[in-house]
């Protein structure tokens, strides 16, 4: 066959099979696009979609969108319960929000936005997400940039102004870590801030390698509403900082315990989950109470006093329950109490069995960040499976539960190398009694947050304690006053059968709270070094 013939064959049989297929681009996703820019005090979010909708669902909640920091700017729109709609009916494709500065202060909950000097804003970015299953949520450049930038903006906090606002923390070491913070802050507190911040970023870095480039910390400095110093680490590598109360002061008798909270919420950048079930909160805080420890003292074991410390808070506020069950929750000090004592088990037990230092348990959080869908529970069992006595310990914290588990725990310790026995402590603490009352007036989970004065997590749990009242005392006595007095007065009441009086701020009736028994005496699991 010629070769002119050749070739048209050859394209004529293309033609009938067809030529071998390209690979193929997966369409890309309709989205909704947010551009950001800045009005004044408050910042709109313009919302352009790809698809017509007639109705869209924004962000987490629903907690933030009850707060009234949302405007809608769209005339024939509404925003009503997180959902945006037309009054007619009609569909649409764009609208904007106004959103104004979040001036709350309620624990555990992320601001909506925040102002940073002048010019600055800080977003939480999964409020803006859009929440449906056809539209995909993307931040487009406006005329001003965010930190992070792109994608990762909206998955935590991210800041929205002048570049100027962010620089190194460590100028030596630029690749460490930035801070964003209002120009106009004093050097002072700068200096005071930033040595403790990039200490512990370095000690982290150096033993906790980052899981790719998720781990790029962005510590934004803001010192309003917080009454105290607060830290806040979400999604995108951001930490909040927020200073008020007496540390808007920079005192040199508050630099350690500074350096330790910085260091406390620094670790929250490192040890975090992947997945969507994150850990739960006693490793969360347990390990970031004892990372920050192990920061300040360059890698040695805490001292007995230092561990005692958190037994005691443990003891009292877990009681006879297990700590690794999702029915155990607090919102006092526990997750954080007996989390440290559960780590200080698991490094000590390291250490027995030859490894130095902290590097042992460093690698077990670096193989845990590594290992989305591991438990906590079954990753801090396996490392301890070389120590008989470690793993009695630890599994009798994890779940043990009834009234001889403290005691069996206390046993459990020779094989580590300490003693550990009941003495008398004297008095229960104000915690202890505020604890004693609470369970016989509750039938869910409860607990309470201190401060200038307690605020009781009681939700509507707790008969005449629901509601989630402020307390100022007991009986008359202030919660950080005589502890004895407190104790001997509850002791009665209770004895008689007789409802005790729990004191409100500002000459407000007392509450009436039942109690059948009266609290026992205190006392404390003593910790020894062995001979």
Known sequence: MPRQCASIALVLLALLIGWPARATVPPVPPAAYITLSPQGASLRATYRLDTPVTRLSLGEGPVAWRNPVWRMETPGLVLQNQEVRAADGRAFKEFSLLIDEDKRFVDRTYPVMLRLGPQGFLVYGPFLLVRSDSLATGLSQGAVATEPAGGRALEGYFFVGPAGYVRPIDAARPGLGRIVARPDLPATWRDEVAPGLARALAYYRARLPPRGNTVSPIIVYQDQPAPFLRGSVTGGGMML???????????????????????????????????????????????????????????????????????????????????????????????????????????????????????GLFALWADMVAHDGVTASDSLRQAVAGSPAATRALSLLLTGSGPERWTSWAASLAGLGVSARWVDAGAPSADEVLEHVLKQNCTGTHGFWRGANYTLDTGNRCGPLSGDPVITGIEGHPLAGDAMALFQAVVARCAADQDVALNRPDGAPPLSALCHSPPPASRSLRLDPLP
Not at 286 to 310: K, M, N, T
Not at 332 to 342: E, L
Request: hydrophobic share 40%; aromatic share 8%.
């Open 241 to 359: 900082l927020q200073v008020g109360g007496v540390w808007r002061m920079p005192r040199l008798e508050l630099k350690p315990e500074r350096d330790r909270v910085l260091a406390h919420e620094t670790f929250h950048l490192f040890l975090r989950r992947h997945d969507k079930a994150d850990f739960p909160d006693w490793m969360n805080e347990g390990a970031a109470d004892y990372a920050a420890g192990l920061v300040i003292r360059q890698g040695a074991l805490p001292s007995l006093a230092e561990v005692q410390i958190q037994l005691d808070l443990c003891v009292t506020s877990l009681g006879d329950r297990p700590l690794d069950n999702p029915a155990t929750t607090a919102r006092n000090r526990m997750p954080y109490a007996c989390g440290f004592v559960a780590h200080w088990l698991v490094d000590k037990a390291l250490r027995r069995t030859g490894k130095p230092d902290d590097v």
